[in-house]
């Protein structure tokens, strides 16, 4: 049966309400407090004593008992603070001891000045009002009776063995007893509601370093990438994820500009500059090439707008890719074969039409000239149908393990044989040994054909063809790339942006479809190709090729 209000309780349960005591922040927090202003009374009592002329303030009755108790009780605040902060003995027992001590010193030091008149029994209230919040055992009267007891005691000494004709007052005794129960007795459940309140507020605490530990865990652990930026653009808050795609520590950088220097001109813009659009995508390449990042920028908090914090999603652009190809290639399928059946076959009729007529005798040149239009453009028109068909129809990689330097060996002696390549045109620059790859054979082989054949095109209109293949690891991430550089005029900044746009080309008979499928055919098999300027005229397009590791990690 469970102990109803009033009943005594277990020695289990005292115990395990004193076990509550020790580990109680607050207890030690009090006894320090009450430890302190016992010093403060210790050292004031000895100052008016030795500071005052005859007749003193207080131990005026018996100052050699006075002083001689002040000093022994300033000892004992020092000795009881340095027991408190070392906590080498229990909160329970020195609260017993130093509460028992208090009872005693403040009742000397008041017999010697001259018993309850002198006032100083009051600060019996102060110490018994503590005793009882602190330890707040079964007997909450423990230390009113004890001290009334001893003020009574004092009483009855003083008019025993004091002189003749000094008269005990022991209607004061007792109203100054009677406030220090009524102390001691109120404490009770202002103790009780401190302590559930100590408890709630420790419980609260866990709660909120628990969720703080957990938003912390989500924060750096989500597959999107977060930047925080505050008001003068220094980083508040990144996650690994942002952190690993900018290819930065993030406990090295403070600021955006140090962290990454084309986001930050560009925030600064957007900053400055209203007509942006507030949840605005802005594209750059990371540091060390190897991925593409879309930046979505949106401010943080209501009335500041753009100057204050900034919430930065940094995302691969592959990933949003990939995450949208089955939608894409569904839509290209049914483009596809509408272009199949609709198309088709009337250009084929109109190439078959135009073959026929340029065999016919009788034609003039300005004739034959235009049927020679005729088949080219429709050659052209077929080609591009060609390409679109090719593109719908792709599925999902087969990705396999791939040797690279020995593959890209193969792969450069059959383009030299096919385009009947003369020897130092298309070479193999450097390729590391033992780089494994996981993509598409056939993909990557498509690729680097597009590649490579923009590159001898490109090459040949600078009066000479010098295409190198190049095949390593990028230095941050150490994932493999492959790369196809050339000598050519090179891609202006203005035009770059758009070169792996569908039917955009700057060539002359170009279908503007080889590089945005090369891309495509990338990203399905979890890669990055990207352009960049090449020193010295020419271009470089870079293959980075799928972190397996990490791809692995995001399906678990």
Not at 422 to 430: D, F
């Amino acid at each position: 049966m469970q102990p109803t209000t009033g009943e005594p309780k277990s020695s289990e349960e005292r115990g395990r309400q004193l076990r509550d005591i020790e580990q109680s922040d607050l207890t030690w927090r009090a006894l320090s407090t009450l430890n302190i202003f016992r010093l403060l009374v210790a050292v004031s009592l000895l100052i008016l004593f030795f500071a005052s002329g005859e007749p003193r303030f207080f131990g005026d009755r018996y100052p050699a008992l006075f002083s001689a108790t002040a000093a022994g009780y300033f000892v004992f605040a020092v000795l009881s603070g340095v027991t408190i902060r070392m906590r080498w003995v229990s909160a329970a027992l020195q609260v017993l001891t130093q509460v028992t001590v208090d009872i005693a010193a403040i009742v000397i030091l008041m017999h010697a000045s001259g018993g309850i008149s002198s006032g100083l029994g009051g600060l019996l209230v102060v110490f018994v009002g503590a005793g009882s919040l602190v330890l707040p055992l079964q007997v909450p009267a423990f230390f009113a009776a004890l001290a009334t007891l001893a003020i009574l005691g004092e009483q009855l000494f003083s008019q025993l063995f004091d002189s003749p004709g000094h008269s005990a007052n022991y209607s004061a005794a007792g109203v100054l007893g009677a406030i220090v129960f009524a102390i001691a007795l109120a404490a009770r459940p202002l103790a009780k509601r401190i302590q559930a309140s100590e408890e709630l507020a420790h419980q609260r605490g866990i709660d909120l370093a628990n969720l703080s530990e957990l938003n912390e865990y989500i924060v750096q652990h989500l597959r999107e990438s977060i930047v925080v930026i505050d008001r003068n653009d220094g980083i508040r808050l990144i996650n690994s994820s942002a952190a690993a795609l900018l290819g930065i520590d993030a406990g090295q950088h403070k600021t955006m500009a140090a962290a990454a220097p084309d986001l930050d001109r560009f925030l600064k813009a957007w900053r400055a500059d209203d007509s942006i659009a507030g949840h605005t995508d802005f594209t750059l390449v990371s540091v060390d090439h190897s991925a593409r990042i879309s930046v979505h920028l949106a401010p943080l908090g209501r009335g500041i707008g753009r100057n204050g914090p900034v919430l930065m999603f940094l995302e691969d652009a592959s990933l949003m890719n990939a995450r949208v190809q089955q939608s894409k290639l569904a839509s290209l399928g049914r483009l596809s074969a509408s272009i199949a059946h609709e198309i088709r076959n009337p250009v084929g009729a109109m190439s078959h039409a135009g073959q026929l007529l340029a065999e016919s005798k009788g034609l003039s040149e300005a004739d034959l000239r235009l049927t020679s239009i005729i088949q080219t453009h429709a050659e052209r028109v077929s080609h591009i149908i060609d390409n679109v068909l090719q593109l719908s129809r792709r599925e999902s990689g087969q990705a396999e393990e791939l040797q690279l330097k020995p593959w890209l060996e193969d792969f450069a002696a059959e383009f030299s044989n096919t385009l009947e390549l003369q020897e130092g045109e298309l070479s193999i620059a450097s390729a590391e040994e033992g780089l494994i790859v996981n993509m598409d054979p056939s993909h990557l082989r498509q690729v680097m054909w597009n590649l490579c054949d923009n590159a001898v095109k490109y090459g040949s209109e600078t009066g000479g063809i010098m295409v190198e293949l190049r095949a390593g690891q990028v230095a941050r991430s150490r994932r493999p790339f492959l790369e196809v550089l050339d000598r050519g005029h090179g891609i202006d900044s203005a035009t770059a942006d758009k070169i792996f746009e569908p039917f955009f080309t700057n060539r002359k008979g170009g279908t503007g479809l080889g590089l945005y499928i090369s891309r495509e055919l990338c990203e399905l098999n979890h890669a990055t190709l990207v352009y960049q300027a090449r020193e010295g005229g020419g271009s470089i397009f870079r293959i980075v090729f799928a972190d397996g590791g990490r791809w692995q990690r995001l399906g678990d």
